[in-house]
């Protein structure tokens, strides 16, 4: 992928642009991945969540990660859309992970 910037905000766009170009069939199921991975953030957008994350504590928005964050974040972001695309091309990948979901809410989560 080549992108003028390697940003977080411009992967996310990127991401974002590629999953409309599909009619939103390429993250369907994306976001409800990460709540589960997370232990919370279920009225959260999905980039939130990985933010989430990769700091659990730290800035929850993008304009406020600090440059080590915010490469962090896009690693995390393709580490989290490869895990998840990998598993959803499985025979009911996404039905068998339900079981793996995260014990504990991460910490900055409140019930």
Known sequence: MYLPRADFTSVVAF?????????????????????TRVGCGNNLVWWSLVLRLTEPE???????????????????????LDDFLALRQEHDGLLSSRGNRAEAAQPGCTA
């Open 15 to 35: 991401v974002e642009g590629c999953n409309h170009g599909n009619a939103g069939a390429l993250l369907t199921g994306f976001r409800e991945w990460l709540v």
């Open 58 to 80: 730290g800035p929850k928005s993008a304009r406020d990660m600090d440059p080590d964050t915010d490469a962090r974040a896009v690693e995390t972001l393709l580490q989290c």
